[in-house]
């Protein structure tokens, strides 16, 4: 744990979004002891890098099994303090303990030397630490998302300092406890508050900003670390669109795309936020979402059989109503839930009717809505897939392969995924395209993200 030598501002209450209850609190970071802080990274960093790839690696391996041992523990926080089931709360815990052997045999083959020759010359590229690295995270997948950036900027010889969001401190504190347990002091430390200590960090003396979050927030954060030209990694928000071909599993599609609607309350970069359906099918898939739509339990993530739990908090819960209200008002036909939302629960809602000039089709919703739209031209549903700054996922859904593939190809996100979700298979980078980022997480490519590349060469 951080040991402050400046005495706190404030403690941080972190609160349960399905009660209202204070779940625990932490001291607030002085903006003032940000400096020290990353001082002492600085001072830590030589150490961590002489250790090596390799003793890097055997350090971090017992986290893993730390992490899966304490699944049930870190799981029930994780869920009190964010509001997801429990059981999904533990497979966030589970995955990320149970992939860090892998992870982390991963990075060390990304961070091998590229050997490359001509006739004249030999060269080595290495793949160097950065030096010290910021860690800037949202609240969705509190585990997972500063585990996705703190893995690699550390297996890269880097020390880090994290900064959770304000509205899940508990588990990131939890999360750098355990790796404290492994790793010498000051190579990990944890800066609690909200953007006063993101921005401070952001203009403070560290080598990599690696940030998870919103486009605006992003935005600042890009033209904050221009002064210093300070190296960026932005994983932002979406917008993802999905396309149902005429030809497609109804089924299947509709299974789908409720599923990643109301995934997190819908609270997922990733989430499903538009849907194009062919006309032909338009009704029976609207039927087959409406089905399950229904299906859906919202509740605490304590009680059993939940689905969705609730939003992050109010001003979160707002933003959606309120798209959902507007976009009602202008013409949009709700079939599936709309009532009965209480507290920090929305039901999940299905819109018909939805046009590309709503804000609801605009802007990020960030909650358990599915807005279907029907086309008759698969061309212009390309075309308002694609009309969006955001471009991180997308989906589509067909029979005929060569047909799908080709709509896949044309869709202008960062992954696309062809009859299933957007995320690649083993080792495929997580990659925003145009205003959904800047860089990427994990594979070969985000490894190497969170180091100085240096070319070494030799006359032969
Ligand atoms: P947010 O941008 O409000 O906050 C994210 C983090 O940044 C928090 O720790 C916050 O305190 C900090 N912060 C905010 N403003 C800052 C500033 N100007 N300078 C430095 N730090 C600042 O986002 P959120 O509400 O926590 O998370 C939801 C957003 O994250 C959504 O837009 C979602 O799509 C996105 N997200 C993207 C991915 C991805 O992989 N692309 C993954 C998860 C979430």
């Avoid at 020290?36 to 099994?65: D, F």
């Avoid at 880097?158 to 588990?171: C, D, G, Q, R, Y």
């Avoid at 979406?238 to 990643?260: H, Q, T, W, Y």
């Avoid at 000039?357 to 599915?370: H, K, N, Q």
């Amino acid at each position: 744990m951080t040991t402050l030598t400046a005495p706190p501002t404030g403690t941080l209450k972190s609160l349960n979004p399905a009660t209202g209850e204070v779940v625990g609190e932490v001291p607030i970071t002085p903006i003032g002891e940000i400096p020290n802080i990353v001082a002492r990274a600085r001072a830590a960093q030589p150490a961590w890098r002489n250790l090596g790839l390799e003793k890097r690696m055997q350090t971090l391996l017992p986290v893993g099994t730390q992490l899966v041992d304490r699944a049930d523990h870190l799981g029930r926080l994780l869920m009190r303090e964010m509001g997801k089931p429990l059981r999904e709360a533990v497979g966030e815990i589970n995955h990320c303990g149970e992939s860090l052997e892998a992870t982390l045999r991963e990075i060390v083959d990304a961070l091998q030397p590229d050997v490359l020759e001509d006739d004249s010359a030999k060269s080595f590229v290495y793949h160097d630490p950065l030096g010290v690295c910021v860690a800037i995270t949202p609240w969705n997948f509190p585990l997972s998302m500063p585990h996705w950036m703190v893995i690699p900027a550390l297996m890269a010889g880097n020390t880090v300092v994290l900064k959770p969001s304000e509205e899940t401190p508990l588990i990131a504190q939890a999360y750098v406890d355990a790796l404290n347990r492994a790793l010498p002091k000051h190579v990990l430390q944890i800066v609690h508050g909200a953007d006063e200590q993101g921005k401070a960090l952001v203009q403070a003396d560290v080598d990599l900003i690696a940030f998870t979050g919103s486009r605006e927030a992003g935005k600042h954060i890009l033209a904050a670390a221009s002064t210093g030209l300070k190296r960026v990694i932005l994983e932002l928000g979406g917008k993802d669109p999905m396309i149902v071909l005429e030809d497609a599993d109804i089924g299947a599609a509709a299974e789908f795309a409720v599923r990643n609607s109301f995934r997190n309350a819908g609270q997922v970069c990733v989430s499903t936020e538009r849907i194009y359906v062919a006309d032909e099918i338009a009704d029976k898939f609207q039927a087959e979402v409406v089905k399950l739509t229904n299906e859906q339990k919202v509740g605490p993530g304590t009680e059993e059989g939940v689905t969705v739990g609730p939003m992050i908090n109010r001003r979160q819960r707002d933003h959606v109503l309120a798209q959902i209200e507007d976009a009602v008002k202008d013409g949009a036909r709700v079939i599936a839930g709309g009532e009965g939302h209480h507290g920090g629960f929305i039901m999940p809602t299905v819109l018909g009717d939805v046009t590309h000039e709503m804000d609801i089709m605009r802007s990020e919703t960030f909650g358990p809505v599915a807005c279907i739209a029907r086309f008759d031209d698969v061309n212009e549903a390309v075309r308002l897939a694609n009309d969006t700054p955001f471009g991180l996922g997308a989906v589509v859904f067909g029979g005929d392969e060569r047909r799908t593939a080709d709509v896949a190809r044309r869709l202008d996100a960062g992954m696309i995924g062809i009859n299933k979700g957007c995320g690649g298979a083993t080792g495929s980078p997580w990659v925003g395209a145009k205003q959904s980022g800047f860089g990427y997480h994990s594979g070969k490519e985000g490894h190497r993200q969170f180091t100085q590349p240096r070319v070494v060469t030799v006359a032969k």
